[in-house]
C-alpha cells in the first residue's frame, strides 16, 4: 500500500445514509420552522456537526440547547435508519484487505458520539478502527482540518502518510488542509460536483482503485 494510515469519514462514506438524515432534518425543521431543501442540505449541512448546525439555525444557543437539540434530531434519524442499515457496499472486504495488510485504520466524522456507537456497534464496524474521533472531540469542525489531523496523531502518523475517504466537500477541504491525501466518494455529491475538489472519485468500496492506494 502506498498509505500507511486510512481514515474514514462515517456519513456517507462508511454508511450511504444520507436520505435518512435528510429525512430526520426535514421533520426537524417542520417543527422549529426554519427553511431547508435538498440544495440547502448538500451545499450547508454535510460534513459539519451538530453544534455548528445549531448555532447556524438559533444563534448563540447554550451547550445544554445543543445537546437537547441533538439528541431530538439525531433520534429522529435513529429511528428511520435502524432497519435499514448496513455498510457501504464493499466496505467491510475492503477493511478486511487493509487489516491483512497491517494497514492502520481511523474513523475521522462530525457525527455525535451517539451515532458513532449506533453505527459502528449495530453493524460490528468498532473492531476495525485503530482511532475514533468524532465531532464531541474537536473544536472546530470540518473544512477545518482538526478532526484529520487528530486521526493523523492517534494513527502515530504523519498526514502525509494518510488518505482520508470524504464525501462532503468540507471534509475533503478539512482532509488536505491537514496534509492528507484525499479521495472522494460519491454519495452525497456527484461525481461532477466533487471533480472540483478531488481527482480520485468512487462510487462504492467494490471499485478496483481503492486497492492501489
Not at 17 to 37: G, I, R, V
Not at 81 to 101: A, C, D, R, V, W
Not at 152 to 167: R, S, T
Request: aromatic content about 12%; some cysteine.
Amino acid at each position: 500500500m502506498k498509505h500507511k494510515g486510512f481514515i474514514f469519514d462515517m456519513d456517507g462514506v462508511v454508511v450511504d445514509n444520507h436520505k435518512f438524515h435528510f429525512k430526520a432534518w426535514m421533520e426537524f425543521s417542520k417543527k422549529y420552522k426554519f427553511p431547508l431543501n435538498p440544495q440547502i442540505y448538500r451545499d450547508t449541512y454535510n460534513g459539519k456537526t451538530n453544534a455548528d448546525l445549531f448555532r447556524m439555525i438559533f444563534g448563540e444557543i447554550s451547550l445544554e440547547q445543543i445537546q437537547n437539540y441533538g439528541a431530538e434530531k439525531e433520534n429522529l434519524y435513529q429511528t428511520l435508519y435502524k432497519q435499514e442499515m448496513k455498510p457501504h457496499l464493499g466496505i467491510i472486504e475492503f477493511f478486511q484487505y487493509l487489516k491483512s495488510n497491517q494497514v492502520k485504520l481511523a474513523l475521522g466524522t462530525s457525527a455525535p458520539t451517539m451515532n458513532v456507537n449506533f453505527t459502528l456497534d449495530n453493524l460490528n464496524l468498532r473492531s476495525y478502527f485503530d482511532v475514533i474521533i468524532d465531532g464531541s472531540m474537536v473544536t472546530l469542525g470540518k473544512p477545518h482540518p482538526e478532526v484529520y489531523e487528530l486521526c493523523a496523531k492517534g494513527l502515530g502518523l504523519n498526514p502525509k502518510d494518510c488518505i482520508v475517504f470524504e464525501d462532503s466537500i468540507a471534509g475533503l477541504q478539512s482532509g488536505k488542509v491537514a496534509g492528507c491525501s484525499i479521495l472522494g466518494v460519491a454519495t452525497s455529491h456527484t461525481v461532477e460536483e466533487l471533480k472540483i475538489h478531488v481527482d480520485q472519485i468512487i462510487s462504492d468500496f467494490t471499485d478496483p482503485l481503492v486497492f492501489s492506494l
